[in-house]
């Protein structure tokens, strides 16, 4: 059975910084595209960022760029999101994913881990 | 950038009812549109990808059709584990939502 597993959520103030993981598990966690996926409350669905099997080829959505970084370490199976700069509006639930590269969409679902950026 | 514009934002019926759902892209997409199922704090759940191909385990009430820019999902006889708020994506993008309440 496939696992994501999102930690590293919490209050933090405008400007802060906060580091996202992701453990994933029930699958070869180094042959999938894998992604950030956010829903700021009572709003819809959008793509953060996401990252490529070996970690060569990254994507951010443009309100994200130069302020978030995703990484991922195959070894561990684990999966990251840093946030910097963060502002009110990324406040959101933050999903971990995985990709099927194929048909472009996303086959699992972590549960979710709360972000609120606020003073 | 792909724009995917959901109708309706909401809708209200009743159990039984076959209930259709329309997605469209702002360009041709083939047929690279995912359905998703998401309940009120739960993470969203992949339904139909490939536009029309079910997803292991998904009930065989739940049909996806379309291919270039319009899309429907459509549910054919609505179960009360069935309301929740359905979304549509290809590439990057999401659609708005389409929230589906019981009547």
């Known amino acids: 059975e496939v696992q994501l597993v999102e930690s590293g959520g919490g209050l933090v103030q405008p400007g802060g910084s906060l580091r996202l993981s992701c453990a994933a598990s029930g699958f070869t966690f180094s042959r999938y595209w894998m992604s950030w996926v956010r829903q700021a409350p009572g709003k819809g669905l959008e793509w953060v960022a996401n990252?490529?099997?070996?970690?060569?080829?990254?994507y951010y959505v443009d309100s994200v760029k130069g302020r978030f970084t995703i990484s991922r370490d195959n070894a561990k199976k684990s999966l990251y999101l840093q946030m910097n700069s963060l502002r009110a509006e990324d406040t959101a639930v933050y999903y971990c994913?995985?990709?099927?590269?194929?048909?472009?969409?996303?086959?699992?679902w972590g549960q979710g881990t709360l972000v609120t950026v606020s003073s | 950038d792909i724009q995917l514009t959901q109708s309706p934002s909401f809708l209200s019926a009743s159990v039984g009812d076959r209930v259709t759902i329309t997605c469209r892209a702002s360009?041709?997409?083939?047929?690279?549109l995912a359905w998703y199922q998401q309940k009120p704090g739960k993470a969203p759940k992949l339904l139909i990808y490939?536009?029309?191909t079910l997803q292991s385990g998904v009930p065989s009430r739940f049909d996806g059709s379309g291919s270039g820019t319009e899309f429907t999902l459509t549910i054919s006889s609505l179960q009360p584990e069935d309301f929740a708020t359905y979304h549509c994506q290809a590439g990057w993008t999401f659609g708005q939502g389409t929230k589906v309440e019981i009547k």
């Open positions: 490939g536009a029309s």
């Open positions: 994913a995985r990709d099927d590269y194929a048909s472009g969409s996303v086959w699992d």
């Open positions: 360009q041709d997409i083939s047929r690279y």
């Open positions: 990252i490529k099997q070996d970690g060569t080829d990254k």
